[in-house]
């Protein structure tokens, strides 16, 4: 366990609650800053961020770019779950290299979900024997973002655009990614089902301890195994 940390968690959502929750029973001093205190990142000044160590941000996506702008101008190191921004990742990227601070993002931030994503890899070279790919992810009513980010991470991982994505809103799913590959002789599906935020935010509040101090833009499924 690390020392402990002051971190910021913007957005009072499910995701951010539970984010706040883990990090308090982990030790650490937190901080939850809604939407309505930060519009147009109005919050996020050098004043109010003088002592945190970390900033988790679970809000929107026409919250993140500018929440990532203000944090980055002050200096402090990120962890980004809002999804929906990554036509802007590159000028993201600069941004937190020109600042010399340091960006965790991820398409989702479950430990099994990033397994998943080594397995959708390892089935990927089906693709070229004939198979035929599409994803179907599933989410509650009030997610923000279509496809999800999960879904178009797995999409990219198979190779692009050809594997087409279904997008299905439903009551309180917390959040299934279906991998559906068709030959003319068989079906393969994978499958990943969360059954509980939780696992969201406990990889969120790992990926701040290890952020903590350091500086560099990484995805977490490059390090998850490191946490």
Not at 83 to 108: P, S
Not at 181 to 190: H, P, T
Not at 198 to 225: C, H, M, N, P, S
């Amino acid at each position: 366990m690390p020392s402990r940390l002051n971190i910021v968690v913007l957005g009072k959502g499910k995701t951010g609650s539970l984010v706040a929750e883990v990090a308090r029973e982990r030790g650490h001093q937190v901080q939850v800053i809604a939407g309505a205190q930060n519009k147009g990142a109005a919050w996020l000044t050098a004043e109010n961020l003088r002592g945190a160590d970390v900033v988790i941000d679970f809000t929107t996506p026409d919250a993140v770019l500018a929440n990532i702008d203000a944090i980055a101008h002050c200096g402090k190191a990120m962890v980004v779950g809002t999804t929906g921004w990554y036509a802007g990742i590159e000028g993201v990227k600069k941004l937190v290299e020109n600042a010399g601070t340091g960006f965790v993002f991820g398409a989702n931030f479950s430990f099994g979900v990033n397994l998943f994503f080594q397995i959708v890899k390892a089935a990927a070279p089906a693709l070229t024997h004939g198979y035929m790919g599409h994803i179907t992810e599933r989410h509650h009513i009030h997610k923000k973002d279509a496809p999800s980010g999960t879904a178009t991470a797995m999409q990219k991982i198979l190779g692009g655009v050809e594997v087409g994505i279904t997008s299905e809103r439903e009551g309180d799913v917390t959040g299934t990614h279906v991998l559906e590959l068709n030959s003319a002789g068989d079906r393969i599906v994978l499958t990943h089902e969360a059954k509980s935020r939780r696992t969201f935010a406990e990889g969120a509040v790992l990926a701040a301890e290890w952020i903590a101090g350091k500086q560099g833009f990484y995805d977490f499924k490059d390090i998850f195994t490191e946490l």
